[in-house]
């Protein structure tokens, strides 16, 4: 069982910066690939990054691509996803998964285990 737990949520004005962090507890953490999937009330969770369990492969949502970025500390239990350039359309509850892979996943209904999510805010 693995517990998933993000900060690092916040308010930032258009063109600013965040970095979440996700830290685990319980589990193996460096057997677990890893993502942030995003969502605004009414719509459907979006994919945002993934990250194999070694580090070495990433995937990204077409909308982040180039702004966003994600990594991890498998000695911290940590993944980590750095935003960039944030736009109003960011703005959403962010969330941490983990799924027992070795590659990144995109596909959310392979996910295991999700964090409770943290607010992100991005005003214009």
């Known amino acids: 069982q693995v517990q998933l737990e993000e900060s690092g949520g916040g308010s930032v004005q258009a063109g600013g910066s965040l970095r979440l962090s996700c830290t685990a507890s319980g589990g193996t953490f460096d057997s677990y690939s890893m993502g942030w999937f995003r969502q605004v009330p009414g719509k459907q969770r979006e994919f945002v990054a993934a990250i194999s369990w070694s580090g070495d492969l990433t995937e990204y949502g077409t909308s982040v691509k180039g702004r966003f970025s994600i990594s991890r500390d498998n000695a911290k239990r940590t993944v980590y996803l750095g935003m960039n350039s944030l736009k109003p359309e960011d703005t959403a509850v962010y969330y941490c998964?983990?799924?027992?892979?070795?590659?990144?996943?995109?596909?959310?209904?392979?996910?295991?285990?999700w964090g409770q999510g943290t607010q992100v805010t991005v005003s214009s």
């Open positions: 998964a983990a799924v027992l892979s070795v590659v990144a996943i995109m596909n959310i209904r392979d996910y295991d285990y």
